[in-house]
């Protein structure tokens, strides 16, 4: 299970808005920050906000903990890049099968893209959930 600490933002009736926290540093630099965090703060984006699954009573500003299954991530990233890819080669191929050329090639990669996409649009994929609230009690005891 992948693990993640993060702020609840906000509530609503099919889960809870989160935002991830970013962890301080790895502590070499004492806390000023290294030239690899100075870098990825160039081209960061301002923070996004995920609903995940929650069995707890929550309110805005509760620090949790997230799990999302190892295999989730893999087959999530094979059913968006994967299956349309392949159906776009599938689709080059067929059409060079059947006429051979660039322009049916064209025509078949177009027609595979729109095959795959509306082949995986309609799933649903797994969401994360809500495992924990972080315990404050043990963060006190890091920090001091």
Same mark, same amino acid.
């Given at each position: #299970?992948?693990?993640?600490?993060?702020?609840?933002?906000?509530?609503? =009736?099919?889960?809870?808005?989160? *935002?991830?926290?970013?962890?301080?540093? /790895?502590?070499?630099?004492?806390?000023?920050? /290294?030239?690899?965090?100075? !870098?990825?703060?160039?081209?960061?984006?301002?923070?996004?906000?995920?609903?995940?699954?929650?069995?707890?009573?929550?309110?805005?500003?509760?620090?949790?903990? !997230?799990? !999302?299954?190892?295999?989730?991530?893999?087959?999530?990233?094979?059913?968006?890049?994967?299956? =349309?890819?392949?159906? #776009?080669?599938?689709?080059? $191929? $067929?059409?060079?099968?059947? *006429? =051979?050329?660039?322009? =049916?090639?064209? !025509?078949?990669?177009?027609?595979?893209?729109?095959?795959?996409?509306?082949?995986?649009?309609?799933?649903?994929?797994?969401?994360?959930?809500?495992?924990?609230?972080?315990? +404050? +009690? $043990?963060?006190?005891? #890091?920090?001091?």
């Amino acid at each position: #299970m992948l693990e993640q600490t993060a702020r609840v933002t906000r509530t609503s =009736p099919e889960g809870v808005w989160v *935002q991830a926290v970013e962890p301080s540093g /790895c502590g070499t630099c004492a806390g000023q920050g /290294c030239s690899s965090r100075r !870098i990825a703060e160039l081209f960061q984006r301002s923070p996004r906000q995920f609903l995940v699954d929650c069995d707890l009573s929550l309110s805005p500003g509760d620090r949790v903990v !997230i799990g !999302i299954a190892e295999g989730s991530v893999l087959s999530s990233a094979l059913r968006a890049y994967g299956v =349309p890819l392949g159906s #776009m080669l599938a689709g080059a $191929l $067929l059409a060079q099968a059947v *006429q =051979p050329g660039d322009g =049916p090639a064209l !025509i078949g990669v177009v027609l595979g893209a729109l095959v795959g996409w509306l082949s995986v649009r309609g799933g649903r994929a797994a969401r994360p959930a809500v495992l924990r609230r972080e315990d +404050n +009690n $043990l963060l006190h005891l #890091m920090k001091g």
